[in-house]
């Protein structure tokens, strides 16, 4: 969460910043704000509650400057409010900071060093840029050395990228990283540096990656890199292909939409990428051979992708025969479970950059486990890190609430499921035939988005004014649940909690009231008519139901059937009418759709 | 669900069948009813919506028999009402039944014997009624053969305790048994049946378990069963020793807070129970070698002993090293997960009937795997079926919302885990002393227990009128935080979710707003600064936070402080507070606390 820019050599320094920041801004977007100077010793610092868009409002025409920093805010300590905004500045007025993550001692640091200083927020950041202003002027320290004994005073679980600037050295951004993402860009004459190449695609396509602990001092001519001993290095180079204009809505009116439409092309893309024309799968032998050799897979990741890596247990046993836990990464991170001798790893990260997610891969790497990262950003920190890297290829998705990710995880779960089957000769994984199915699916898709104003109906009929909701569903279906309950929830802040039918009696039956939506999942044949039986409960205590059914298993009062596809691909079409009543409801409701309040895209802290 | 009582060969038999369905009331108290008749012929139907004091207003002084049959509701088909209400009768007045159960076919039976049938009710169980005077009429059968003809087209997945009574052969009461619990107990000169031998304990103690599939024919004289292949069989009879009066709430305003109270002697129980002088552990060798020889352990259970089960996978883990899987039952039954070759299973049900774990433990024994049931009650089905039997000495929970039966769920698998441990000569389970350990948490409680003004202020202030809560915290503390969350939400109504600290943040996060309670439990030193963290993301948007923190960790502002105990024992302590603060939130708000709609404690159908 948050992003951070910084720019050195460009005139249009303004612009850049804020263009950046607003292809960032799915990282939060509590507040904002940059800093600029020029080479005359102009400068200027802007800050504003609440999105980019007010941001930009408030920006004169006569702010500008060559080199600057930027910032979205998503809070961890202290409320969202233009004090609290990024850029800090020190208290004499010469150094100003942005900063992604948390500072684990902040307080002590202030109590130690900082008990003479009038503070302005409540912010952990604010601290290190007054503790750099301290030891340049108590200990007579230039910039960078204040900077690096700043950082050596801060303790090790902290994570942070910073970007320092000091007023009297205009045009150098001093920049530092730990666990937080952060990549250098650069162009002729001129040196970016961002959370995400998303923020300056419009201007290089040339990247740096940094380490953790590396140290960076960045002019419009130069970018010098320190690592953690204080060593001089160079990082290697690789450049982001993304066509920018694919992270456009163009036509739609949120990005949501537009990702929910793009799924099916999803689909046939995962088909191309991944399978021969005879259907069999091409993966990586040598990981292939990892995972047979394992006793175990064990899933990490977070929100949306956990719920992916739920229907990837089914597959992985179901089709592969490999028994599999599936773990959320802030859990197993600090109470990882007794493990099987030998594991194999995956993790499941949209960005690639989840926080809690990356905690456990840097211990399944010291324990010298083998893991595979499924993410949708090639070069990303978990990707890097990890063993192997299987790319989701749904092109960038902006909207806050995960959907094209979420159908390209499960899909590339079935794709890796069938090739480990296949390679371990398993007749039911050979005859999975996923070309044909895939195929199938995106059909399917296509049917259910076509049905949009079926979905904008049924939720203004039942979403509309309710203050809580229920997903249920058994098996595969219960899956789908409680992501369904979390796209709802995250976006129309109705709290809406995903349960296994059978469980719902257990006790939460008693929040079901005269009028309280609850939407069934019945995709399997086998469980269908005790989810039905479950309907009948709750409908007894005044629920009004909606019933999401398999075609082969509709009955006529069930208000959405999705064509009939393999029985361990449904969550890949039946979360999506789920996906869209999500979406009508929180616009009916009159919320932001793309950027729901209190969130962020890419979570990069823990 | 729903609880049952029959009696035959009473001049009393109003009051028996008033009192048992006032001892059954927990399996459902949506609407009750009864049916009594006398050998003059004379006959009686009381039915009314609600609980049993409204039933026993409506009964006049001239209502009177020598048998009957009453029944509890707890609704599956059709809204709570006096239609609904069992006894149903047939048509022709001549047949009344009550049941427990879902009778899986019921659509098809009435559309292909009963379509000139008038019905007064959506349930399954009239048309069960009906179809027995139909065979009767149309096929010219007599009762009992009627009776066992409409069992014999009623479907394989049916569940079902039936008592049928003929009005023209007072005196007999005809009943069958298939999944649902049912008990025949015995006098001089009467019999009784019933769901649950509480009912009918001020009678009599002995009593005689019937099996699935029998057919029973009882007059006050005689009990006459037939098993499922109709062949003439004598079950066998058991005592049942719990004091009738332990059931009484006393000087309490409610038996939940009884029951809360009650929690320190019952850990004091636990020991005598189970521990030696010397504080090693007392528990059948046999049981312990079959776990010793299972590569790993599967816990099922439901609800809050599904909770309780989170809690026992950190103690077999960690203190007896065997790898342990927790799932909810419903979700196995019918999509098991690959299991290991040479499996452990471990039921836990506070009252032993529970028919999703049942569904399950029928397979495991169909696939030979040893199995363990821990219960609150003897002779439940669940520990008649199980290889083995641990009790958990909690006597009677008789309000809805568990909590005596979740902290002596907790304490028996620390003993068992450390006996097991004990077994394998694990250092860590030798010097796990438990003698001293419960103790010490005996004393926890006990501190705890007598904080209710403070609990009682808290839920004043935070969760007087909240529409939604969320309780967070990581491992151990998260297994307890969703057991939190239920308690509140069964009882009071308020839509509360148990969170992992680290998880809220991908996507829950966007539910907090001004004034959102939000109840963090610290107890672990290794993750007390992440969830601090998280407690002040929520705070910067505006959440409400109250923290139950164990000693060692607390703060200045920390409202709840836990006495320090063993870390994998804090649950038993933790969930304290959390139990009172649901106890006043519900009772602020109005509500019955002991008896939530739509609940109801012993779940006998899936």
């Not at 802007?46 to 408030?58: P, V, W």
């Not at 979205?72 to 007025?93: I, L, M």
């Not at 942005?98 to 409540?122: C, M, P, R, T, W």
């Not at 390679?423 to 005859?431: D, F, P, R, S, V």
Request: glycine content about 6%; aromatic content about 8%; charged content about 20%.
């Amino acid at each position: 969460m948050c992003g951070i820019v910084g720019v050195t050599g460009r005139q249009d320094a303004v612009e850049v910043l804020l263009h950046g920041l607003e292809k960032l801004e799915y990282r939060g977007y509590d507040s904002a704000g940059i800093y600029v100077n020029d080479l005359q010793g102009q400068d200027y610092l802007i800050k504003e509650q609440g999105k980019i868009a007010k941001l930009r409002e408030k920006i004169t025409s006569d702010v500008h400057g060559d080199a600057g920093i930027g910032h979205t805010r998503w809070a961890t300590h202290g409320v969202p409010s233009e004090d609290n905004a990024h850029p800090h500045v020190s208290e004499n007025g010469r150094f100003y900071l942005v900063h992604n993550g948390v500072i684990g001692n902040f307080a002590q640091l202030k109590a130690e060093y900082l008990s003479d200083v009038n503070f302005v927020s409540a912010t952990d950041t604010e601290v290190i840029v007054q503790l750099v202003a301290y030891f340049a002027e108590k200990e007579g320290l230039d910039t960078l050395a204040a900077f690096k004994k700043v950082l050596s005073v801060v303790d090790h679980s902290s994570s942070y990228a910073f970007v320092l600037m000091d007023k009297t050295q205009p045009n150098t951004l001093f920049v530092a990283k730990n666990k937080s993402p952060l990549l250098v860009g650069v162009g002729p004459e001129f040196n970016v540096v961002c959370s995400d190449a998303m923020a300056v695609l419009n201007i290089t396509h040339d990247f740096i990656e940094l380490t953790d602990g590396d140290v960076v001092v960045i002019t419009p001519q130069e970018v010098a890199i320190q690592d953690k001993n204080g060593e001089a290095v160079t990082r290697k180079h690789f450049t982001v292909d993304i066509d920018a204009s694919a992270s456009e809505k163009g036509a739609y009116e949120h990005y949501m939409l537009k990702e929910i439409d793009e799924q099916p092309a999803v689909m046939r893309a995962l088909q191309q990428v991944y399978l021969n024309a005879d259907g069999t799968v091409e993966i990586d032998d040598e990981m292939l051979t990892a995972i047979k050799n394992s006793e175990r897979i064990y899933v990490v990741a977070a929100g949306t992708s956990y719920h992916a890596g739920l229907v990837g247990r089914e597959l992985f046993e179901k089709i592969a025969q490999v028994p599999t836990e599936v773990h959320v990464a802030s859990e197993f991170a600090y109470n990882p479970p007794l493990l099987a001798e030998k594991p194999f790893f995956i993790f499941l990260s949209q960005s690639g950059e989840t926080a809690d997610s990356r905690e456990v891969l840097k211990r399944v790497n010291e324990w010298n486990y083998p893991s595979l990262t499924i993410t949708n950003v090639p070069n990303s920190t978990l990707s890097r890190e990890a063993s192997y890297t299987m790319l989701l290829h749904a092109g960038p998705e902006i909207a806050v609430a995960s959907t094209k990710a979420y159908t390209a995880q499960v899909a590339v779960e079935a794709i890796l499921a069938k090739a480990i089957g296949q390679m371990k000769g398993l007749q039911k994984a050979i005859e999975f035939d996923l070309k044909k199915e895939l195929t199938l699916v995106a059909n399917a898709m296509q049917i259910m988005v076509d049905e949009k104003y079926n979905m904008e109906m049924l939720a203004d009929e039942y979403l509309k004014t309710t203050r809580n909701a229920f997903y249920i569903g058994r098996g595969i279906d219960y899956d789908v649940a409680i992501e369904a309950a979390l796209k709802l929830k995250e976006i129309s802040y109705i709290q809406t909690e995903g349960f296994a039918s059978g469980e719902l009696k257990h006790g939460t039956i008693a929040l079901i009231e005269e009028g309280t939506p609850v939407i069934a999942i019945i995709t399997n044949e086998l469980t269908a008519a005790h989810t039905r039986s479950n309907v009948q409960e709750v409908i007894a205590r005044g629920a009004n139901v909606i019933r999401i059914v398999m075609d082969s298993l509709s009955q006529d009062q069930d208000q959405i059937v999705i064509p009939e596809v393999h029985p361990l691909l449904t969550p890949l079409v039946s979360i999506i009418p789920a996906q869209l009543l999500a979406y009508y409801a929180s616009k009916n409701r009159g919320y932001d759709v793309d950027k729901p309040r209190n969130l962020a895209k890419s979570v990069t802290v823990e």
